[in-house]
């Protein structure tokens, strides 16, 4: 079955303690991209790949960082958290970045 | 920038009421425009989606029309149902090129909550 996982999916953690979200397609997407959730903002976007070794900046990276060795995987590293970084996260991919997007199920992050 | 703005929520209907949910973006260019849908618990799918002006995308019984002269992508069903109860989002993508390659700038989403 095509489709986009992430784990954990639920997380709580305190400020400071470094985290990873992995986030993987198995549909041999090119693209592949983060975005956090919150409440009025609708989705914004953190950071995105187009191939291995491709990363670059969304609308809101700080805190965040990327890296995309496989094709398939494309984890979001916190390296220090902070409560304001307490989100729903999204992982999603496409075959190219212009084609429809499939997402994963969601990271439920808190950070106390 | 590019943006987009959905019509203020929560919505409530009752089973069979007709839905509008109105989407306007700005954005230069030629964007292409999404609608998403999130059920409880679960991440987004595409509901629908249209790349170019007039282009009518329809999926489940529900449609939307880009249209470039009033800059809007409405959502529309003509009788919805109790499983129709979830978040909807509206979308653009920009496109090719640039620093938004593939980025969706997303509405804040509306609440639909259908009684039967």
């Known amino acids: 079955e095509a489709q986009v996982t992430q784990n954990p999916r639920y997380l709580i953690t305190v400020t400071g303690k470094k985290l990873t979200v992995t986030c993987s397609q198995n549909?041999?997407?090119?693209?592949m991209s983060w975005y956090r959730q919150d409440p009025g903002l609708g989705l914004r976007q953190i950071y995105y790949?187009?191939?291995?070794?491709?990363?670059d900046k969304g609308d809101v990276p700080e805190g965040y960082k990327v890296s995309r060795k496989e094709k398939r995987n494309f984890p979001l590293i916190l390296e220090s958290p902070s409560p304001n970084q307490t989100s729903l996260y999204f992982c999603?991919?496409?075959?190219?970045?212009?084609?429809?997007?499939?997402f994963g199920p969601g990271t439920r992050l808190t950070v106390l | 920038g590019d943006s987009v703005t959905q019509m203020e929520g929560p919505v409530t209907l009752s089973e069979e009421a007709f839905l509008t949910i109105n989407c306007t973006y700005t954005?230069?260019?030629?964007?292409?425009l999404f609608w998403y849908v999130q059920y409880p618990g679960e991440g987004l799918q595409l509901l629908l989606k249209?790349?170019?002006?007039?282009d009518k995308g329809s999926n489940k019984g529900f449609e939307a029309t880009y249209r470039k002269e009033t800059t809007s992508f409405h959502l529309e069903k003509g009788s919805v149902q109790v499983s129709d109860s979830a978040v909807y989002f509206c979308?653009?993508?920009?496109?090719?090129?640039?620093?938004?390659?593939?980025?969706?700038?997303f509405g804040q989403g509306t609440i639909l909550t259908v009684h039967p």
């Open positions: 999603a991919s496409s075959l190219h970045g212009t084609d429809t997007q499939y």
């Open positions: 549909m041999n997407h090119e693209y």
């Open positions: 790949s187009m191939n291995v070794e491709v990363t």
């Open positions: 954005a230069t260019g030629y964007p292409s």
């Open positions: 249209a790349t170019k002006a007039d």
């Open positions: 979308a653009l993508s920009a496109g090719a090129g640039g620093t938004s390659y593939g980025k969706l700038t």
